[in-house]
């Protein structure tokens, strides 16, 4: 064998190696997800900073250096890859495209922090000083993605909201007004309109007691993988000035 052929035998080896690792990147993260969904963990930073973080350290072992140091071109790499991840993750969890979506910022968010990482620490090399201050913010980055998981790191969360508006109106037309039916097929935005609107709302009525149910289609691949749902809102108090609801039901797929 000559050496050509050594080269290319090598270089088909080097990039089975990191297809399978990717496929096993793919199920690890899967894997984390579903554990922090399980135990509550969903709503913390562990699933937000943390699984990109984790993405991130391990693409830098998995994915080959260039020969020829190009940064910017290996973190393109970088992000291919990672995007690949992400989409593989998506498939297994069936996660719906809103939340790939709405979850991508902050993914390549981390992966950019990461990539200022590796050039801060070539900048110093070249320089002949020490990297070891460079190292605070991958550390920064790792202590960050425990916010939430207790209390004494957690920010607040919950936050009220006041609005006063003067209507010219008897509380009567205002009641009739409020159940008259509600325009669904309205123009939006193009942000909003990633997010599925209701298909019908049935809200007769404007008593207490009333359970009104809101219908909704949504494409959880974007234009398949179909479901159909329903969200159920209670009227608990209904007054000529003040009406109290609440959600008796969760949304149901």
Not at 194 to 212: E, K, R
Request: net charge positive.
């Amino acid at each position: 064998m000559n050496g050509s052929t050594l080269k290319l035998a090598a270089k088909t080896i080097s990039k089975r190696r990191r297809n399978i690792s990717i496929l096993i990147l793919i199920g690890v993260t899967s894997l984390l997800i579903r554990l922090l969904i399980s135990y509550d963990f969903d709503r913390t930073a562990l699933l937000y900073v943390g699984i990109p973080f984790f993405v991130s350290v391990a693409l830098l072992y998995v994915v080959d250096k260039p020969i020829k140091p190009n940064l910017h071109r290996y973190y393109a790499n970088l992000v291919l890859w990672s995007l690949i991840i992400m989409l593989g993750t998506s498939v297994v969890l069936f996660e719906g495209f809103v939340c790939v979506v709405m979850f991508m910022p902050i993914y390549f968010g981390i992966l950019l922090l990461m990539y200022l990482f590796q050039l801060l620490l070539c900048f110093l090399r070249n320089r002949n000083k020490s990297t070891h201050y460079a190292h605070i913010l991958p550390v920064v980055i790792f202590l960050s993605a425990f916010e939430g998981v207790v209390p004494s790191a957690s920010f607040e969360r919950e936050y009220s909201i006041t609005k006063e508006l003067v209507i010219n109106a008897s509380p009567a037309q205002i009641q009739q007004q409020l159940i008259q039916p509600i325009q669904l097929d309205i123009e939006r935005n193009w942000l909003l309109s990633l997010f599925p609107m209701p298909s019908n709302i049935n809200a007769q009525t404007l008593s207490s007691g009333d359970v009104h149910q809101v219908d909704f289609i949504y494409h959880r691949w974007f234009v398949t993988n179909t479901h159909k749902g329903h969200m159920k809102l209670e009227l608990s108090q209904v007054e000529h000035d003040y009406i109290r609801t609440y959600w008796p039901h969760s949304i149901q797929y």
